[in-house]
């Protein structure tokens, strides 16, 4: 009815009201895959436990900024000023909301749940609302963060745990949110079955203080580019990081561009080189906050099928 001018209108409608439009890139329509069939109804009671326990995890902590912190941090944990707050928009949550959609947290906590003796490896823990649902479903599993930022003091209080610093191990010279260059010290922080290391992903001393640790899942939500994703990979093989005995999966978040999306189609072939067996693909699914993103999951094992 309203000919040539009918997208246009519709299209400004949706997005007013909060719904994002975008074209599908080649690599979306050539590997994206349904997330629900592969791993969700393989077995829903054990989702449902999950969703369970990350919700009533997450209802234990009323704000996971405070002000005071984020006013110190270098980056702001990576969390954009407009998500502080209340909900954006259609399917859109703010940082301190609890999300009723399954989220990333969910799928990663379900698969982790599932694998014997976890090392998880997460790169960009931010405020920590992701790590806290994994430590939460998977007590006994061995935990490593690795963050440019200071242990936010809001997580470590969720976990109950105090953090023993281990010695400063190397002087680093990164960048800001306020352009202006600033100094940190390479260092772990132990408590009991998780590690946090403060360091600069990009330089090789930041993967070498995580050793003898070699890890079965991988998280990757650090810095978001190409670039980081391949030198991520790279660190992670050239320090003997992965374990490559048995099952291993490594997990992609935010891809949100070509550049990012073909970074970790390169990632996922090569991990599957080094296995000799896996499978990759793209799917969409909700955050711990903000809308859905285009995620990326490798893993060397076919998914479960359903019960």
Same mark, same amino acid.
């Given at each position: 009815?309203?000919?040539? =001018?009918?997208?246009?209108?519709? $299209?400004? /409608?949706?997005?007013? @009201?909060?719904? +994002? !439009?975008?074209?599908?890139?080649?690599?979306?329509?050539?590997?994206?895959?349904?997330?629900?069939?592969?791993?969700?109804?393989?077995?829903?009671?054990?989702?449902?436990?999950?969703?369970?326990?990350?919700?009533?995890?997450?209802?234990?902590?009323?704000?996971?900024?405070?002000?005071?912190?984020?006013?110190?941090?270098?980056?702001?944990?990576?969390?954009?000023?407009?998500?502080?707050?209340?909900?954006?928009?259609?399917?859109?949550?703010?940082?301190?909301?609890?999300?009723?959609?399954?989220?990333?947290?969910? =799928?990663?906590?379900?698969?982790? $749940?599932? /694998?014997?003796?976890? @090392?998880?490896? +997460? !790169?960009?823990?931010?405020?920590?609302?992701?790590?806290?649902?994994?430590?939460?479903?998977?007590?006994?599993?061995?935990?490593?963060?690795?963050?440019?930022?200071?242990?936010?003091?809001?997580?470590?209080?969720?976990?109950?745990?105090?953090?023993?610093?281990?010695?400063?191990?190397?002087?680093?010279?990164?960048?800001?949110?306020?352009?202006?260059?600033?100094?940190?010290?390479?260092?772990?922080?132990?408590?009991?079955?998780?590690?946090?290391?403060?360091?600069?992903?990009?330089?090789?001393?930041?993967?070498?203080?995580?050793?003898?640790?070699?890890?079965?899942?991988?998280?990757?939500?650090?810095?978001?580019?190409?670039?980081?994703?391949?030198?991520?990979?790279?660190?992670?093989?050239?320090?003997?990081?992965?374990?490559?005995?048995?099952?291993?999966?490594?997990?992609?978040?935010?891809?949100?561009?070509?550049?990012?999306?073909?970074?970790?189609?390169?990632?996922?072939?090569?991990?599957?080189?080094?296995?000799?067996?896996?499978?990759?693909?793209?799917?969409?699914?909700?955050?711990?906050?903000?809308?859905?993103?285009?995620?990326?999951?490798?893993?060397?094992?076919?998914?479960?099928?359903?019960?």
């Amino acid at each position: 009815m309203l000919g040539r =001018l009918g997208p246009a209108l519709k $299209a400004t /409608l949706l997005t007013s @009201r909060g719904y +994002e !439009l975008y074209r599908p890139t080649h690599l979306e329509r050539t590997i994206l895959r349904s997330v629900w069939e592969d791993w969700f109804r393989s077995d829903i009671e054990r989702f449902a436990k999950v969703y369970g326990t990350n919700r009533r995890a997450l209802a234990e902590v009323p704000q996971w900024a405070r002000a005071d912190v984020l006013a110190q941090s270098l980056w702001r944990y990576g969390v954009p000023e407009q998500w502080d707050t209340g909900r954006q928009g259609l399917g859109v949550t703010g940082l301190n909301e609890i999300e009723s959609e399954p989220t990333y947290s969910d =799928l990663i906590a379900f698969i982790c $749940a599932g /694998l014997p003796e976890l @090392r998880y490896l +997460e !790169l960009g823990v931010s405020v920590g609302k992701n790590l806290f649902q994994i430590a939460r479903n998977c007590p006994s599993a061995r935990i490593v963060g690795l963050d440019i930022e200071r242990i936010n003091p809001v997580l470590s209080e969720a976990l109950g745990k105090e953090f023993t610093p281990g010695p400063a191990l190397s002087a680093q010279t990164v960048d800001t949110l306020s352009g202006v260059q600033t100094e940190v010290q390479l260092q772990t922080f132990s408590a009991d079955n998780i590690t946090y290391v403060r360091g600069d992903q990009f330089r090789s001393e930041t993967w070498a203080a995580m050793k003898p640790d070699r890890f079965n899942f991988v998280f990757s939500d650090a810095h978001h580019s190409g670039h980081a994703l391949l030198t991520e990979l790279d660190f992670l093989l050239d320090h003997g990081l992965i374990d490559t005995s048995g099952a291993f999966m490594m997990y992609w978040d935010d891809l949100v561009d070509i550049q990012m999306q073909d970074a970790f189609d390169r990632c996922a072939r090569r991990l599957r080189e080094v296995f000799g067996r896996g499978w990759h693909g793209l799917h969409w699914i909700h955050g711990t906050y903000s809308s859905r993103r285009l995620n990326g999951l490798f893993s060397t094992e076919p998914p479960p099928s359903p019960a």
